[in-house]
Structures are given as C-alpha cells and as structure tokens.
C-alpha cells in the first residue's frame, strides 16, 4: 500500500496516526477510506464520546479494548432498510432471477451487510421465486454488532411501514406480514429466513474471496472507499463471480473508472446491475 498523503493539519495527522493504530492494534484498516468521510465521523466520535482531541480518543481505543465497537458504530455506516431502491429489486426479479433460475445450486453474497435489511430482503424475493431452497447466502460486514443485529433480525415496528411499501413496490408476490410477528413494538422476522443465512465477519479491505458466487449485492459500500479501495474490492467481486455472474452497486456508485471495468458489461444500466463476460 502506498504512503498516505502528507496531512494538511494537526487534525488530519490525528487522523492518520489514529487510523494507523486501529490498523495495527485491531487489524481494522480504514486507511483507504474517502478522507472527507472518515474525517466527518471521527469528529463526531470524538465530541460525542467526549475527548477533546483525537489524539485522546485514539488513546482511549487504544489502552481500552472495550471502546473499539463502540467507534466501529461510527466508523462504519449502518443505515439502510429493507427492499431499499424498490426498482433495484424490481429488476433482481424480472431479468436477473429468471437467469439464476437455471442454476441447480446458488450462492449469493451480500457484501457489507449492515444490519441485515438487504440480505432478509434477497431471502424474501428468493423465497417469492422459488429459488430459496437451493440459494445459500453470505451475509459479511467488519462491524461484530452490526452482525449481532442482522442475525437477530429483530427490527423496530415503526420501520415496517416503509419496508412494506418498498417490497409492494418492488414486485412482492406476498404481504410482507407473512415473514414477521409484531412483539412489543418490534418486528420480529421468522427464523426460516435465516436458515440459509450465513452471517460472517468479512474485510473488503483486508480479506480475500472466500467462494464463488452467482450474485454480489454490494450496494452504497464503496461509496466511502477511495479509489484504489474501490478498485480493491471490485477485484474480489470479479474474482469471485463466475462468467456471467451479476454484480449489483449502489445507485451512487460505477464501475466507469475502475481498473477492472472490462471485466463487466451493463445489464440493467439505471440500477446498476453488471453482469461479468467471458474471460
């Protein structure tokens, strides 16, 4: 990896220096992370764990163990809902799965999972399809609580709504209600959806492709990437995706400037769906 850019500031120094010891201390390597984000949510770790400098923070994280998930939780971006992008899903079902639907086995991952939304989202459409029995999911995020919350599938009943109107948008053949039950305000998801599921700590920074996969949805991830991480983390989707593999990105997100953009052709353009060519 190549040395990071001089810092401008003392603050961007702390930045370094405080991103470099996560490296080293937690193998955590934010060190290719867009600097204006990272820069963003430091700061506000930083005032709202209330240390006056970054410098105090990185001490702090360092000394203490038990403080690491706690900046993981800002370091890393953990908003999303279910069938986020309707559209997205809507094209998964009309043109993607029809594809996928010739595959005796399938294996779809789910890249930076958050807390889970898109993954209990694929299973539904998959199960909707008819293709669920035969699909196992990879379900991979660096945040361990992140994971907790995705394997729970526990989600607040106030957020329900949106997810319903998302899936009836998306093409859904059922009533979302069909895959939850409502406990004291909280929407709790049917167990089944997860028995597919595997959820696992995974680095699109530091680790390697871990099996083939017909499907990669890794949707307003790489958005927080510089480029060279981005590039990084394209590679391992080409990698693990066999000929004629999908790929699906964010809506903010392209492979227009990636090194590996050959490797793809457009599928669906307005959604963002790549499929990979022949070699």
């Not at 001490?59 to 986020?84: I, K, N, W």
């Not at 004291?184 to 995974?202: E, I, N, P, Q, T």
């Amino acid at each position: 990896m190549s040395p990071l850019p001089a810092p401008d500031s003392v603050e961007d120094l702390e930045i370094a220096l405080l991103l470099e010891g996560l490296f080293q201390r937690y193998h955590y390597d934010f060190r290719r992370y867009a600097r204006a984000s990272i820069k963003r949510r430091l700061v506000q770790a930083r005032e709202q764990m209330g240390y006056a400098t970054l410098s105090a923070l990185q001490d702090a994280v360092l000394h203490d163990p038990g403080m690491l998930p706690r900046l993981l939780g800002y370091l890393t971006v953990q908003v999303s809902e279910m069938f986020r992008d309707p559209s997205y899903f809507r094209a998964l079902r009309e043109t993607v799965l029809p594809h996928l639907r010739t595959y005796p086995s399938l294996k779809v991952w789910v890249a930076g999972c958050s807390h889970g939304e898109e993954v209990y989202s694929l299973a539904i459409l998959f199960r909707e399809e008819g293709l669920y029995d035969r699909t196992l999911f990879y379900a991979t995020d660096i945040n361990p609580e992140a994971l907790r919350i995705a394997e729970a599938g526990v989600y607040p009943l106030d957020r329900v709504r949106t997810f319903t109107e998302n899936h009836q948008k998306s093409g859904g053949r059922s009533s979302l209600s069909d895959y939850y039950t409502a406990d004291y305000g909280r929407a709790v998801f049917d167990k089944s959806l997860r028995s597919r599921v595997v959820f696992s700590d995974h680095s699109l920074v530091t680790d390697a492709v871990f099996a083939e996969m017909q499907l990669i949805s890794c949707r307003n991830v790489m958005i927080y990437f510089d480029r060279a991480l981005q590039d990084r983390a394209i590679g391992l989707f080409r990698d693990a995706l066999p000929r004629n593999g999908f790929l699906g990105l964010g809506a903010k997100e392209s492979l227009r400037f990636s090194a590996h953009a050959d490797a793809f052709g457009e599928f669906v353009r307005e959604e963002k769906i790549y499929r990979k060519r022949a070699a």
